[in-house]
T-cell receptor
Framework: GDSVTQMEGPVTLSEEAFLTINCTYT??????LFWYVQYPGEGLQLLLK?????DKGSNKGFEATYRKETTSFHLEKGSVQVSDSAVYFC????????????FGKGTTLSVSS | NAGVTQTPKFQVLKTGQSMTLQCAQD?????MSWYRQDPGMGLRLIHY???????DQGEVPNGYNVSRSTTEDFPLRLLSAAPSQTSVYFC?????????????FGAGSRLTVL
């Protein structure tokens, strides 16, 4: 079945460092891909999404490109801030009516000043 | 615009007790769902609904009941709580239930079963 695999955490970085969180997926058909972020004590919120191959989603300095050839949707940010400390979830929608979003296990990012 | 509201935020139960986690959304969303979040497990779908009067099971439905009598409300009932149900529960909704529809999450309900 469809699945999402993302890198294990925690990821610990200094402020202004470059961030990559790897995400790969397995899916039949043409899924939509998402990154959700969960700040401490809060629910998840959408960070960015891409709905077809080669689409780039971007928001708040974060970017991810939908790569069908490598089945990947890696999250990147050029210069992280302390306020980016959170748990990041990669997710996949199979694009079929009635099917649910499939989440990766989450990657914890901790940024220190 | 409140979005998705969950109550209570925290609850402690004893094994065998029952309770209901409430979820309400004010966005007229068709799709509503319940997830549980456990360390190292990500989010797992418990139950979902694609409209009033329609519910279905997700990945981990055992021990939970749901109903959807109105578009706005989607309560999750624990029939006889067990320690394995200690978790953080999230309700989420979206305007549709396929494709690129974005989920809006509530703030979560932390449940401890002793």
């Amino acid at each position: 079945g469809d699945s999402v695999t993302q890198m294990e955490g925690p990821v610990t970085l200094s402020e202004e460092a470059f961030l990559t969180i790897n995400c790969t997926y397995t899916a039949t058909g043409y899924p939509s891909l998402f990154w959700y972020v969960q700040y401490p004590g809060e629910g998840l919120q959408l960070l960015l999404k891409a709905t077809k191959a080669d689409d780039k989603g971007s928001n708040k300095g974060f970017e991810a490109t939908y790569r069908k050839e490598t089945t990947s949707f890696h999250l990147e940010k050029g210069s992280v801030q302390v306020s980016d400390s959170a748990v990041y979830f990669c997710a996949l929608s199979p694009n079929q009516a009635g099917t649910a979003l499939i989440f990766g296990k989450g990657t914890t990012l901790s940024v220190s000043s | 615009n409140a979005g998705v509201t969950q109550t209570p935020k925290f609850q402690v139960l004893k094994t065998g007790q029952s309770m209901t986690l409430q979820c309400a959304q004010d966005m007229n969303h068709e799709y509503m769902s319940w997830y549980r979040q456990d360390p190292g497990m990500g989010l797992r779908l418990i139950h979902y609904s694609v409209g009033a009067g329609i519910t279905d099971q997700g990945e981990v439905p055992n021990g939970y009941n749901v109903s959807r009598s109105t578009t706005e409300d989607f309560p999750l009932r624990l029939l006889s709580a067990a320690p394995s149900q200690t978790s953080v529960y999230f309700c989420a909704s979206s305007a549709g239930y396929s494709g690129a529809n974005v989920l809006t999450f509530g703030a979560g309900s932390r449940l401890t079963v002793l």
